[in-house]
């Protein structure tokens, strides 16, 4: 599953591209994604416009058109949105197709079908249901040790769960969550309200950190290796902790593998 680093990287690959081309004809070719493609709606929205920005909320990315519509995809489990010459022959599970006034096409494939295509208003984006209950953007410059104190008041259990919930952070998946917390040499199953001010300042900037490898990679469709060359415990029970060589336990949480150093980790 794409996490939200790699979703940035798809952004910042894509956007040179495309920016200044126009939309001249959305192409549905199977609407059963997670929610059923409004093909009608979708080239209603965005045919005969010109692409202005693209923009990344949580794991959703957002190219805005001109006439203030924005196309909204979510790469679901197994998706990709890559871009090909007009005249490329449609690729196995190729949903749908934006055919552009330069003559590519960017396409939609996603073999489990997890993924979300949609279009609405830019100014309605914010009241949208997939997007109000949105927490913090962990890689923008407002995201601080003090936002996670205020999310973490009055709450109680873990905080591993507690990082990975979408209303608190947005983005940071059970990798992510795992890798930050050896970093910030915090037990993934301690008390979400006994997590020092030190530690949370740590966790924050692992949490950073972790989206900023992703300069580290430059794969333009959007499938790099975010973290592969560096997890600390993540799938390594039984291995040496990276940074003391105890061996890497797992433990369940929230129905989630949970991966951590019972030394590093307190
Ligand atoms: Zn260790």
Known sequence: MPELPEIEVLRRSLEPHLVGDRVERVEVRNRALREPIDARALSRRAAGRDIATLRRRAKYLLIDLTGGQTVVVHLGMSGRLTLAPGGAPPEPHEHAVFHLRSGRKLRLRDPRRFG????????????????????????????????????????????????????????????????????????PARSVARISAASRAVLRQAIEQGGTTLNDFADGEGRSGYFQVSLGVYDRAGEPCAACGTAVRRLVQAGRSTFYCPRCQR
């Open 116 to 187: 979300l295509l949609f279009a609405l208003p830019t100014a309605g984006l914010a009241a949208d249901p997939h997007f109000a209950h949105l927490g913090v953007e962990p890689l923008e410059p407002g995201f601080s040790g003090g936002v996670l104190a205020a999310a973490a008041a009055g709450r109680r259990g873990p905080v591993k769960p507690f990082l990975m919930d979408a209303t608190v952070v947005v983005g940071v998946g059970n990798i992510y969550a795992s890798e930050a917390l050896h970093r910030a040499g915090v037990h």
